[in-house]
């Protein structure tokens, strides 16, 4: 483990300029432009997958992005991990928003990243992340060989909701096989505070056209004649969210769990400054559902959002017109039992429901995922929680994230597989977001701790 540990030290560097290079493959899952960018990034991946000592590395094309494979099996009575990530980044808009362009990488300091941080889309989430595995793996190759099995299958689809990634792994078990799932793909609390994910939303994503006048009318002559669609879908929305901030579709909550108090408690004992909060995101005043803590308002609970609206004029100046459409892009949060395609069915109906007379509505599902829990008494928790207490001098903290990772409960679900969500990056790293960046401390720190997680896993695994 010395050994591994030097090497990194001295290749810092170089792991550093070819994560830059990575970096600068603008591979945006989500807009066919850039689907040549996406798999040169997959070319990219697994070539340094190859120079890692990987095996069997191959690019596997899906209906959709391709999905890199390798792996390297030492013995095959041995447990083996699976290390999951994903290539494919968000779109980068508002690109005027960035300080510097998304796809050429720059590093500098801030006050959060005293070391530095790597401003670029994808810098955190996942590219960064996953490229720690590539290289904890090549430092535990170049010194003694990696101490368990282990495969490497990347996808290019997360983003999009990971469609092909299910028929993938069912054509492709026997190959996949695994005792568990590692991923770096969420945060920690801070850089002294560190943490394992143990809980992920679900995903429901749709979205709805209303239609008014079969064209865009003067809003002169026609306006208070009609049935605005824009102003009906404004209202549709506000009505989905009552006072209290819950949610007004009837079932909605249905089968959601309940926390026990000493769950609740737990959530709420993570460090949490409403202060800090509240100021780097520049908000006067916090909200949500009423009787929850931002805490569990952002991870237990389950939300609606509107992630994008549009409709009549956007232009420069003032064109007097009463549209004939609206759209909306919506998210719906979900936590355990939430189905999500339920829930989408519950949306759907309730939102024709409310669509007031003089106007149609169509409503066109997206992707979903299932929200996940994983456990924290299991050999995979104990490596992980070990292995970081060893590089940050303190145990993780378990706590459940709001985000979603649709493989976790797929793997669960389809394999029996669970998954370990031992990520690096910080909730502040803009991800998704203009000048999305990841901390230098954060990779190096990610690249030192995987090593140990496996040399943990390994031995526990073994005295089991
Ligand atoms: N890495 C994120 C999810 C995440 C971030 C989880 C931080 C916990 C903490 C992932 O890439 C992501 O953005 N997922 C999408 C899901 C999807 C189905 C499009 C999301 O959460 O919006
Ligand atoms: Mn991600
Ligand atoms: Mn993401």
Same mark, same amino acid.
């Given at each position: 483990?010395?050994?591994?540990?030097?090497?990194?030290?001295?290749?810092?560097?170089?792991?550093?300029? =070819?994560?830059?290079?990575?970096?600068?493959?603008? #591979?945006?899952?989500?807009?066919?432009?850039?689907?040549?960018?996406?798999?040169?990034?997959?070319?990219? @991946?697994?070539?340094?997958?190859?120079?890692?000592?990987?095996?069997?590395?191959?690019? $596997?094309?899906?209906?959709?992005?391709?999905?890199?494979?390798?792996?390297?099996?030492?013995?095959?009575?041995?447990?083996?991990?699976?290390?999951?990530?994903?290539?494919?980044?968000?779109?980068?808009?508002?690109?005027?928003?960035?300080?510097?362009?998304?796809? =050429?990488?720059?590093?500098?300091?801030?006050?959060?990243?005293?070391?530095?941080?790597?401003?670029?889309?994808?810098?955190?989430?996942?590219?960064?992340?996953?490229?720690?595995?590539?290289?904890?793996?090549?430092?535990?190759?170049?010194?003694?060989?990696?101490?368990?099995?282990?495969?490497?299958?990347?996808?290019?689809?997360?983003?999009?909701?990971?469609?092909?990634? =299910?028929?993938?792994?069912?054509?492709?078990?026997?190959?996949?096989?695994?005792?568990?799932?590692?991923?770096?793909?969420?945060?920690?609390?801070?850089?002294?505070?560190?943490?394992?994910?143990?809980?992920?939303?679900?995903?429901?994503?749709?979205?709805?056209?209303?239609?008014?006048?079969?064209?865009? @009318?003067? #809003?002169?002559?026609?306006?208070?004649?009609?049935?605005?669609?824009?102003?009906?879908?404004?209202?549709?929305?506000?009505?989905?969210?009552?006072?209290?901030?819950?949610?007004?579709? *009837?079932?909605?909550?249905?089968?959601?769990?309940?926390?026990?108090?000493?769950?609740?408690?737990?959530?709420?004992?993570?460090?949490?400054?409403?202060?800090?909060? &509240?100021?780097?995101?520049?908000?006067?005043?916090?909200?949500?559902?009423?009787?929850? #803590?931002? @805490?569990?308002?952002?991870?237990?609970?389950?939300?609606?959002?509107?992630?994008?609206?549009?409709?009549?004029?956007?232009?420069?100046?003032?064109?007097?017109? @009463?549209?004939?459409?609206?759209?909306?892009?919506?998210?719906?949060?979900? +936590?355990?039992?939430?189905?999500?395609?339920?829930?989408?069915?519950?949306?759907?109906?309730?939102?024709?429901?409310?669509?007031?007379?003089?106007?149609?509505?169509?409503?066109?599902?997206?992707?979903?995922?299932?929200?996940?829990?994983?456990?924290?008494?299991?050999?995979? $928790?104990?490596?992980?929680?070990?292995?970081? &207490?060893?590089?940050?001098?303190?145990?993780?903290? *378990?706590?459940?994230?709001?985000?979603?990772?649709?493989?976790?409960?797929?793997?669960?679900? +389809?394999?029996?597989?669970?998954?370990?969500?031992?990520?690096?990056?910080?909730?502040?790293?803009?991800?998704?977001?203009?000048?999305?960046?990841?901390?230098?401390?954060?990779?190096?720190?990610?690249?030192?701790?995987?090593?140990?997680?496996? =040399?943990?896993?390994?031995?526990?695994?073994?005295?089991?």
């Amino acid at each position: 483990m010395k050994n591994v540990q030097t090497y990194i030290s001295k290749n810092k560097r170089r792991f550093l300029n =070819e994560l830059l290079d990575f970096l600068r493959i603008p #591979s945006v899952s989500a807009d066919p432009k850039f689907a040549k960018d996406v798999k040169k990034a997959a070319q990219f @991946l697994k070539a340094r997958m190859d120079e890692a000592g990987l095996d069997k590395t191959k690019i $596997y094309p899906t209906k959709g992005h391709p999905i890199v494979y390798g792996e390297k099996i030492i013995d095959p009575k041995l447990p083996t991990v699976l290390v999951y990530g994903h290539y494919d980044v968000q779109p980068p808009d508002p690109v005027e928003l960035w300080d510097s362009p998304p796809f =050429e990488p720059v590093i500098k300091k801030t006050k959060i990243h005293p070391q530095g941080a790597i401003f670029a889309r994808g810098a955190c989430d996942d590219k960064g992340q996953l490229y720690m595995h590539v290289k904890a793996f090549e430092a535990m190759q170049k010194n003694g060989g990696v101490p368990c099995n282990v495969k490497f299958m990347i996808e290019g689809e997360e983003e999009v909701g990971s469609d092909n990634l =299910e028929i993938f792994c069912k054509k492709y078990s026997k190959m996949l096989s695994s005792d568990v799932v590692l991923l770096s793909d969420t945060s920690v609390i801070d850089n002294k505070t560190p943490s394992v994910t143990v809980g992920l939303r679900g995903l429901s994503y749709v979205e709805v056209e209303v239609t008014g006048p079969n064209k865009d @009318l003067h #809003s002169g002559v026609y306006g208070g004649g009609v049935t605005n669609p824009v102003n009906a879908l404004c209202q549709m929305i506000a009505s989905m969210h009552d006072l209290n901030g819950h949610i007004t579709i *009837p079932g909605f909550y249905n089968e959601v769990v309940e926390l026990s108090s000493d769950e609740r408690k737990f959530v709420n004992k993570a460090p949490f400054s409403e202060a800090a909060y &509240k100021k780097s995101l520049g908000i006067k005043d916090i909200s949500g559902e009423r009787g929850y #803590s931002t @805490l569990e308002r952002t991870s237990t609970r389950p939300t609606l959002d509107v992630n994008g609206i549009w409709g009549g004029y956007i232009g420069e100046g003032a064109k007097t017109v @009463l549209p004939s459409k609206a759209f909306a892009k919506i998210s719906m949060r979900l +936590v355990p039992n939430q189905h999500p395609d339920k829930i989408t069915k519950l949306f759907t109906d309730h939102f024709k429901k409310i669509a007031p007379p003089g106007v149609t509505v169509v409503v066109r599902p997206h992707h979903g995922g299932f929200p996940a829990v994983t456990p924290t008494n299991t050999i995979e $928790y104990k490596a992980a929680s070990m292995a970081m &207490k060893t590089t940050y001098g303190k145990e993780p903290i *378990p706590v459940r994230g709001g985000g979603s990772i649709p493989i976790v409960a797929m793997f669960e679900k +389809v394999f029996g597989v669970k998954s370990v969500l031992m990520g690096f990056g910080l909730d502040s790293d803009d991800i998704h977001s203009p000048n999305e960046h990841y901390g230098l401390f954060n990779f190096y720190k990610g690249i030192e701790t995987i090593p140990l997680f496996f =040399e943990n896993y390994s031995k526990l695994k073994a005295k089991s």
